[in-house]
């Protein structure tokens, strides 16, 4: 088997796997390492997963881009969200838009995250351009021309540029000695699936509370949610411990009608909640990604999409520096990668926390400002558009 290609991707995530497939059009010999890689073979179609995502414009574009979003549709399984609403729990502040406000067919996408993978490994594995590595990254070197990666059996790979995308706890970035700002939410999330009393009608809800925020997104089933429910620590391991009846009584005490009760379909999944911002998304024949370049709080449902971004971003980078036979690896060659995707980053990772403070706490000055502050975007109609454009990235 050949160990020279032209770029190494260190992850099969999702951001990891749509890069490959979308590098893989441009005769550029691309191989996925991932002791994990495996996971992403089948998909167990008579069963809903537990994890999903809010999928905007730009990541749908993407999709149809790499040629796996026909595939999606077929599935039956993709459901576009027409409505979004946010309420305050004890409280006047509250938005709402429908996407028949502004001519849009529809303000995103929530697809099982599992089923994103599937597709995306499916196009992988038949693609002649790309290889994939069962095996974990142990070590990398590098010269003035290119980088070097061990696996696990000693293989040694050469290429002129390794992409990380292996998530928020990146191999590559440690060994690399790449510094992250860290900020803790003081956060944890609860991730599930639930059975609503009342079908969620194409929309999103959120609630914030003084606590923490509960998230529905609708998924391909009328009754059918995601349910995202970030808390504080304590309460995170409180709720993941009560019996399945008594989470639901909690639930249903925070959303009450606006969803009606609720059923577990799958079990509780529970993470920690952190911002994370690489100080170098960028360095000698290496790039950050997704995930191992920057986390955020999942409050608006961008994380992917930043990582989708960054991925259709740094493929253009490339195909450019490729048709112009100009060296990929070079850290020179994708300055303006690094400045964009960490202006656009460091926007949002500071929207996220503004927003996340705003909500946090039963403070009578923080209600009257988030009260005034809500419903005067909910009556604005130009610049509720403005900040619906940016979240679809259209």
């Known amino acids: 088997m050949s160990t020279q290609f032209d770029i190494v991707i260190v992850g099969s995530g999702l951001v990891g796997l749509a890069t490959a497939c979308a590098l893989s059009k441009y005769d550029l010999k691309i191989a996925i390492i991932d002791a994990k ?21 730009a990541s749908q574009r ?28 004890n409280g006047l502040a509250q938005l709402s838009a429908h996407a ?33 590595f ?18 696990a059996d000693n293989t040694i790979l050469q290429a002129k540029l390794i992409i990380g995308a292996d998530g928020a706890h990146s191999w590559l970035r440690k060994h690399e000695k790449i510094s992250v700002f860290e900020r803790n939410y003081l956060h944890h999330v609860v991730i599930t699936t639930v059975e609503t009393q009342n079908p969620h009608q194409s929309c999103a809800k959120q609630i914030f509370y003084p606590n923490g925020i509960v998230a529905f997104l609708p998924l391909w089933q009328a009754n ?25 009584q909690e639930l249903f005490k925070l959303t009450g009608d606006k969803v009606g009760k609720c059923q577990l379909i799958n079990q ?56 112009k036979q100009k060296d990929i690896g070079l850290a020179d060659n994708l300055k303006s990668f690094q400045f964009t995707r960490r202006k656009d980053t460091f926007v949002m990772l500071t929207a ?9 706490g039963d403070n009578i000055l923080k209600k009257t400002l988030r009260t005034v502050g809500m419903n005067a975007i909910d009556n604005c109609s130009p610049l509720k558009k ?8 259209i």
């Open 352 to 360: 996220m926390q503004t927003i996340q403070d705003m909500f946090n």
């Open 37 to 57: 890689v495996h996971h992403n073979e089948s998909f167990p179609h008579n069963e809903i997963g537990v994890r999903a995502s809010a999928i905007n414009g």
């Open 386 to 393: 403005q900040l619906i454009k940016y979240a679809m990235h």
């Open 224 to 248: 059918k949610s995601c349910l995202v429910w970030s808390t504080k620590p304590d309460q995170a391991t409180i709720l993941t411990s009560l019996t399945e009846s008594e989470f639901c």
């Open 62 to 89: 993407y999709f149809s881009q790499i040629g796996i979003w026909d595939d999606l549709l077929n599935s039956h399984r993709v459901q576009e969200f027409t409505e979004i609403g946010v309420w305050e729990k």
């Open 100 to 132: 028949k406000d502004y001519s849009y067919p529809n303000l995103g996408y929530i697809i099982e995250n599992n089923l994103i993978s599937y597709y995306l490994y499916l196009f992988a594995r038949e693609n002649h351009n790309i290889t994939i």
């Open 268 to 323: 509780r999944m529970v993470f920690p909640l952190k911002a994370r911002f690489a100080k170098q998304f960028v360095k000698h024949r290496t790039v950050l990604i997704g995930d191992a370049a920057h986390t955020i709080h999942p409050l608006a449902g961008q994380g992917v999409n930043l990582g989708f971004q960054d991925s259709a971003l740094l493929v253009s980078a490339i195909k450019q520096l490729h048709d």
């Open 134 to 151: 069962n095996l974990a990254a142990i070590d990398n070197c590098y010269n003035d021309d290119y980088a070097f990666l061990t696996l």
